[in-house]
Each structure stands twice: as structure tokens, then as C-alpha cells.
């Protein structure tokens, strides 16, 4: 009974790391999010079409645009990012390579971690997309980093007055000619 209980165990445990565990990451890391991000973005997209025909004021319509563009922007550059890693892997699967061959074994090494880097590049570009597609969001950082960080640096390199004052040298000398005498 227990012979046949780990053969189950075995051939559950082949199973779950040959197809359910590589189709899950593919799910998780590919389509998934592209979907989401995708479907999202529509929907600010229509929020924004709606609130030109509602009575808002034009300042906070203008910062609705900008904000849509932010999403708009911030997608494209994640499904620019992120589908050349998801084909990678969907590639590695469909064409798994032996590691019997080194050379391409090593060249598809590189390749899968140019591209998982490339996917993760999108973490780290929202900051620079946000800059490049809004002026009212380079403003604010300009604000925080002038106004802001920039003073607080100022102030704790900032030690009062330093200057350095000359002492008086003949009072020194005659001091120390009245201390040899005595």
C-alpha cells in the first residue's frame, strides 16, 4: 500500500514540476498581467472620455489627461517589457534544450536572462516614464528635491560661521618672554 502511495506521491510530484509549475509561471508572468493592465487602462481611458462631457473644472480635467497618459504610458512600456520574456519562456518549453550541449545550453542561458532582466526593468522605469510624460509631475519633483531635500542638505552641511581669525603674535611673544624670565 505504501509502495503504491509513493508512486502516486512520485508521479504527482513529476507532474506538478514538469507541466503545472512551468504553465503556472507562464499564466502568472505573461498573459495575466498583460490582460489586466490592458483592461485597466481602458477603463481610465473611458473615465476620462466621461468626465469631458461632466461640468469639472478644465484644471482638474487637465490633470485627469495627464494622470490617463501616466497609465497609458506605464502599460505600453510594461507590454513592451514583459512579452519578450513571456515568448522566452513559452519558447523554453516547447524546445527545451539539453544540457548535453553546453554552447547552446549557455547561449540560451544568456538570452532567457537578458530577457528576465529586461522584465524587470519595468519595476524600475516608472519613475523616469512618469517625468518624460508629465509636466505637472515634473514640477512636484522639482518642488521636493529644490525646496524640499535640497535645504535640509544645506542646512545640516551648513555649520555657521567658520572662518578662521588670526591670533595677535606679539602678545604671544612677549608672553613667552615674560615665562622664560621668571
Known amino acids: ?42 477603463l481610465a481611458y473611458q473615465n476620462v472620455r466621461r468626465l469631458v462631457r461632466r461640468q469639472i473644472p478644465v484644471a482638474r480635467r487637465r490633470l485627469d489627461r495627464q494622470i490617463t497618459a501616466m497609465c497609458f504610458i506605464r502599460v ?17 518549453l516547447i524546445h527545451p534544450i539539453s544540457r548535453s550541449e553546453p554552447l547552446q545550453f549557455a547561449t540560451w542561458q544568456l538570452v532567457q536572462v537578458i530577457f528576465a532582466s529586461f522584465a524587470s526593468l519595468n519595476f ?21 528635491l529644490v525646496k524640499k531635500c535640497w535645504k535640509r542638505l544645506k542646512y545640516l552641511c551648513y555649520f555657521g560661521n567658520i572662518q578662521i581669525t588670526p591670533e595677535n603674535i ?10 622664560e624670565i621668571h
Open 1 to 42: 500500500m505504501s509502495a503504491q502511495i509513493l508512486d502516486v506521491a512520485t508521479k504527482y510530484q513529476l507532474y506538478s514540476a514538469t507541466v503545472m509549475c512551468p504553465l503556472g509561471i507562464i499564466v502568472l508572468t505573461g498573459p495575466l498581467p498583460i490582460a489586466i493592465s490592458l483592461l485597466f487602462s481602458l
Open 76 to 92: 505600453i512600456a510594461f507590454v513592451c517589457s514583459g512579452t519578450p520574456y513571456f515568448w522566452s519562456r513559452i519558447y523554453a
Open 124 to 144: 524600475a522605469i516608472s519613475f523616469y516614464l512618469f517625468i518624460i510624460s508629465s509636466s505637472h509631475f515634473r514640477h512636484q519633483v522639482k518642488y521636493v
Open 170 to 179: 606679539e602678545q604671544n611673544n612677549l608672553n613667552i618672554e615674560l615665562e
